[in-house]
């Protein structure tokens, strides 16, 4: 099929087997993408990857709020929660992960005084059953 580049990561100049993270957040909830990797070597040849069909299943929810938003130094993740271990990443509208914490449902807060000014995607993953909730908030 036809590929688009979705992103450029920088390589890690490494002789050794390195591991590469991208989100894709402009997939589209409910399709199938399909992805490969193209390597650039110095010498100018391109090796590609075997495709990887994926498809995003976004629980879309009301549940997830995010307070306060805007936000300068704390956000806490509000909602009906589960009882366990959650994963919270929050990205940037670029793709790149900016954070990345475990915590327990009693513990989704997290400081985002460090963070540009600009808007985020925040993911949260509940570790046992793998139910994943996103909502965006503004840095100001």
Known sequence: ?????????????????????????????????EYRVAAKYVSGSVAY??????????????????WPNPARNQVRLQGNFMKGTYKIRVYSLTGVLVFSSNRSENDLSFDVSVFPNGQYLTELVHFSTGERLTATFVKQ
Not at 1 to 9: D, P
């Open 1 to 33: 099929g036809n590929f688009e580049v979705v992103a450029t990561l920088p390589a890690a100049n490494q002789m050794e087997a390195v591991t590469y993270n991208y989100h894709d957040l402009y997939s589209l909830h409910g399709q199938k993408h």
């Open 49 to 66: 990857s075997n495709t990887v069909v994926w498809s995003v299943t976004t629980k879309k929810s009301n549940n997830l709020q995010i």
